[in-house]
């Protein structure tokens, strides 16, 4: 009698091969799907993705043993949820463990923003601080207007930290939340409107592409601040580079982008304005949790039972 | 009978030049210290002062009608209040106006330097953010250890900000404050040993130049972060840059330095390193309240009433 072979999982993504050895210790057979043999798509059971990277039905398709995308992010935008779910494929993400994380960096990135972090580190490095050439001032944090977009986990998160700044709260997000303890704006467009600094921190959807429009940005103003710590596609990226060309916007500090890596020559030029490289939501604490997760819904997956993180989506 | 003339002030510094037309509006005559007459020396009867720039009693003897030296800053560390006061002139500064922008910046500064934005926003605009290359992954700031030198006004605010953040809090300073929310370390040394990142945000004196010493930096560690809102002189600037050089320190942040404005090159080439040009205490919100409070002490000492903010110190 043939013995059975260990089951196969596959990464997507040369960014996950650092947990290649962690699914090896599972004792699984491990596919790599950018040097992905054919014989081995026939028997690839489970996928580790990474959410935000595109995940094709014409991928998925070659993978007729295929029953389970696990997501290490908590974001799952690269998915087509109903596409998987009408073939029979389970999707499961990262629920709610680096909102904490995500949050801070923000925070990180409003001051250093707001307070000219980058700037001024900037100005000396290049010996522009002198006894005549100051620092331009800047105003306070504190009793300015912090609007939040998605009051999910990492916009609770975030508005928590800012309130020991002493700012003012609002947020807005298509669904009412009774139990928020910050009011909510009738719209979008109302709540960019009011917001000196607005946060970005929606899940990302077909639906909600370019969400921070022109008119949203404009909203915000020539003395406003927009952070997006959520997914590059919901922002227009070329109106934002445009208004903050010529001062319709004052301020962004951005971790996600419309490709990534984004290319260093897009934002040559373009004042007042901080990037990082989507590292808001990957830390030394939060992403063992959050592969341990995932390999965690493999493992339930292959045993049968019922899955720990699975998305929850109409 | 010949007519008073009005008051004569003195401004002490190029850098306060912006609030000449607010001394002009309250009548007096403005003097400027850079570039004084002899003659207008003998009636200049109040000082407008940036506190932490030396004022030499080499040049306050010239002065024979001085009686105040108003620092339009919370720090008067550059006034040898003593040797003042021994001879009948009074010094008020701004007290505790401006803690809460100190706090906002020094957390700021926290963040930037401990989750890499400053130098995530380098590697992007060099573009070294490549799909090959990421960020290198960085711990939390929740759950660290977070340890402030002086809790004063400063020390608290930042201390409740941090808070926000879910790290742990500990401080030192000279005194115990019974009513601290946070537990005392017995030494500064046991302080730095137990801290992650360590906040200097003491009042800089005579007495404690060179406080965070190489044994204190070395405490801190490889893996640790020190920031500085207050005084370059607390800092052994030296050992701080060495310890940089070499590991043995792992990240730093600095608003202020041993001379400033502080040279470029002075910092060139060493790692781990975010640097602003004195800028966390002033702010287009603080400074007009911190001038005022100032041109309100001089009115105040003009009529001979009691001075708002004078300096305490035994």
Same mark, same amino acid.
């Given at each position: 009698? /043939?013995?059975?072979?260990?089951?196969?999982?596959? &990464?997507?993504?040369?960014?996950?091969? !650092?947990?290649?050895?962690?699914?090896?210790? +599972?004792?699984?057979?491990?596919?790599?799907? =950018?040097?992905?043999?054919?014989?081995?798509?026939?028997?690839?059971?489970?996928?580790?993705?990474?959410?935000?990277? $595109?995940?094709? !039905? /014409?991928?998925?398709?070659? &993978?007729?043993?295929?029953?389970?995308?696990?997501?290490?992010?908590?974001?799952?935008?690269?998915?087509?949820?109903?596409?998987?779910?009408?073939?029979?494929?389970?999707?499961?993400?990262?629920?709610?463990?680096?909102? +904490? @994380?995500?949050?801070?960096?923000?925070?990180?990135?409003?001051?250093?923003?707001?307070? @000219?972090?980058?700037?001024?580190?900037?100005?000396?490095?290049?010996? &522009?601080?002198?006894?005549?050439?100051?620092?331009?001032?800047?105003?306070?944090?504190?009793?300015?207007?912090?609007?939040?977009?998605?009051?999910? /986990?990492?916009?609770?998160?975030?508005?928590?930290?800012?309130?020991?700044?002493?700012?003012?709260?609002?947020?807005?997000? !298509?669904? $009412?939340? $009774?139990?928020?303890?910050?009011?909510?704006?009738d719209s979008l467009i109302d709540l960019?409107? =009011?917001?000196?600094?607005?946060?970005?921190?929606?899940?990302?959807?077909?639906?909600?592409?370019?969400?921070?429009?022109?008119?949203?940005? +404009?909203?915000?103003? $020539?003395? *406003? &601040?927009?952070?997006?710590?959520?997914? *590059?596609?919901?922002?227009?990226? @070329?109106?934002?580079?445009?208004?903050l060309r010529d001062g319709r916007l004052?301020?962004?500090?951005?971790?996600?982008?419309?490709?990534?890596?984004?290319?260093?020559?897009?934002?040559?030029?373009?004042?007042?304005?901080?990037?990082?490289?989507?590292?808001?939501?990957?830390?030394?604490? *939060?992403?063992?949790?959050?592969?341990?997760?995932?390999?965690?819904?493999?493992?339930?997956?292959?045993? *049968?039972?019922?899955?720990?993180?699975?998305?929850?989506?109409?």
């Amino acid at each position: 009698m /043939a013995e059975t072979p260990p089951p196969r999982v596959m &990464l997507s993504h040369p960014m996950l091969s !650092p947990i290649e050895p962690a699914l090896q210790a +599972e004792g699984w057979r491990v596919a790599r799907a =950018w040097e992905l043999a054919e014989a081995d798509r026939l028997d690839v059971r489970a996928i580790l993705h990474a959410g935000e990277v $595109p995940l094709t !039905p /014409a991928l998925l398709e070659t &993978l007729p043993e295929l029953g389970l995308v696990a997501c290490v992010s908590v974001g799952y935008d690269g998915v087509d949820v109903a596409w998987c779910r009408a073939r029979g494929i389970e999707v499961t993400h990262a629920a709610g463990l680096n909102a +904490e @994380d995500v949050a801070e960096h923000a925070l990180g990135l409003v001051i250093a923003a707001w307070r @000219d972090i980058v700037a001024g580190d900037r100005m000396i490095r290049e010996g &522009l601080w002198t006894a005549k050439q100051g620092f331009a001032v800047r105003p306070s944090l504190r009793g300015r207007r912090f609007g939040v977009v998605g009051l999910g /986990a990492i916009g609770q998160a975030s508005a928590a930290r800012a309130q020991a700044f002493g700012v003012d709260i609002a947020w807005w997000g !298509p669904r $009412p939340k $009774p139990q928020a303890p910050w009011p909510r704006r009738d719209s979008l467009i109302d709540l960019a409107a =009011w917001s000196d600094i607005l946060l970005i921190a929606s899940r990302a959807t077909a639906e909600n592409r370019g969400l921070i429009s022109r008119e949203v940005i +404009e909203a915000v103003g $020539p003395r *406003g &601040l927009i952070v997006n710590v959520a997914r *590059g596609a919901l922002v227009d990226e @070329d109106a934002l580079i445009a208004a903050l060309r010529d001062g319709r916007l004052g301020r962004a500090a951005l971790d996600v982008f419309q490709t990534e890596p984004t290319p260093a020559a897009r934002w040559a030029g373009i004042p007042n304005l901080v990037l990082t490289p989507h590292s808001a939501g990957g830390t030394r604490d *939060g992403i063992p949790r959050m592969v341990g997760q995932a390999v965690e819904n493999v493992r339930g997956f292959l045993a *049968g039972q019922s899955l720990l993180s699975p998305v929850q989506e109409a």
